[in-house]
């Protein structure tokens, strides 16, 4: 047990790190190739930020523990959506004013309950894996161009997370240089991750899917934690925001979809997780649609609510990996107490938030009322 867990730990620490070079040598590239701000928050730091996932589910299933690459897209959504904007919204509330973000939160939904009809058989193959990931190339071509018709203003806060742009053919090479110690570290982390939770389950007879939904999901979701939390504390607008939707959409197309292409035998995908994990993720999607259109932004309470839901859904895993008799109790004041109470929490919330909401003849009304 105490091998698995310095694996464990060393496999997160270098995950984190290797995606964090990564990142930076991404963003530098992409900067001085002349590629908006914009898409680079939200497509190459969002990919960046996902490559812990890929490199663990790439790992997983070539391996013996399939089930850990599932567990593990489906245990990361979760986590970003509910634990990282729940977080980060406590720490100040969050703004959503980009209309690029909002489009992409109902994309995020319908890609949710595309991969779920996809694996519906029990199986993710060639075909179901080049689909998803022929989607990413039309949402990335996409992005580029939606973001030639952002505003100017918020074009100009997406600059302020890159600063310090290469300049020259050696800072060039210097960016290249972290992308192969990012991927290095990245490959290396994501073997010593999957086989130190590949022991600990077996040591505690505990399914794949659940070290893949609660471990390891935690532990490649960290870069996204570090983002978007910094992201929050500086102010940053969208960036936040913007890195768990587009990290969201990077694990389902990319990670699921290059996974299931490149691995031969596909990756399979456990009944338990048809029914029960992926719904849960596709509620916790769908939930940021109202919260996400309720005054634009993501109030400390909403913050509160997300976090407390990823506690209590943390909470009803493990009482299940038990066998604990309090989990079938929590499970049902859930489905029939919370969600019926949420549903009208974010009802009202929106009803509110319409009746509010001036009736602006164009975008730049309010820009010209404050100059008045």
């Known amino acids: 047990m105490l091998v698995a867990s310095g694996l464990i730990v060393l496999g997160l620490v270098v995950l984190v790190v290797g995606g964090d070079l990564l990142v930076r040598g991404a963003s530098g590239i992409a900067s001085l190739l002349g590629i908006s701000p914009l898409v680079i928050g939200l497509t190459v730091v969002a990919f960046g930020t996902s490559a812990p996932e890929l490199a663990v589910s790439l790992s997983a299933s ?64 060639h075909v179901e894996g080049s689909l998803l990931f022929g989607t990413l190339m039309i949402y990335i071509v996409w ?3 939606q973001s030639r018709r952002e505003s100017k203003k918020v074009v100009e806060e997406y600059e302020e997370e890159f600063d310090n742009p290469p300049k020259s053919i050696w800072d060039a090479l210097l960016q290249l240089v972290w992308i192969v110690l990012g991927l290095i570290g990245l490959a290396y982390g994501s073997q ?5 939770a590949v022991m600990i389950a077996r040591k505690l007879n505990m399914s794949e899917l659940l070290i893949g939904l609660t471990i390891v999901a935690v532990g490649t979701s960290l870069p996204e934690v570090v983002a978007s939390v910094m992201a929050s504390i500086k102010g940053e607008r969208d960036i936040a925001v913007g890195n768990v939707v587009g990290s969201n959409l990077f694990n389902m197309m990319c ?7 490149v691995v031969p035998e596909g990756v399979p995908v456990p009944q338990t997780a048809i029914w029960q994990e992926f719904p849960v993720m596709i509620a916790v999607c769908a939930i940021c649609l109202p919260i996400f259109f309720t005054g634009g932004r993501i109030e400390r309470w909403e913050g509160a609510m997300l976090f407390g839901y990823y506690i209590l859904y943390t909470t009803y895993l493990v009482l299940g990996a038990i066998e604990s008799p309090y989990a079938p109790m929590l499970g049902k004041a859930m489905l029939f107490g919370l969600v019926p109470l949420t549903i009208l929490i974010l009802t009202v919330s929106v009803l509110n938030s319409l009746r509010s909401t001036p009736d602006l003849p164009s975008e730049e009304a309010p820009e010209e009322a404050t100059a008045d």
Do not use: C, K, Y
Not at 192 to 196: E, P, S, Y
């Open 192 to 196: 010593w991750l999957v086989d130190g």
């Open 143 to 145: 992005s580029i161009w």
């Open 255 to 261: 990670v699921l979809g290059l996974t299931a292409i």
């Open 62 to 125: 070539s391996g013996d523990a399939a089930e850990i690459a599932v567990g593990n897209v489906l245990g990361s959504n979760i986590f970003n959506v509910l634990f990282i904007l729940g977080i980060s919204a406590l720490v100040t509330p969050l703004s959503v004013a980009s209309q690029l973000i909002r489009l992409e939160v109902p994309f995020m939904v319908g890609v949710a309950i595309l991969l779920w009809v996809l694996g519906m058989n029990g199986h993710l193959g």
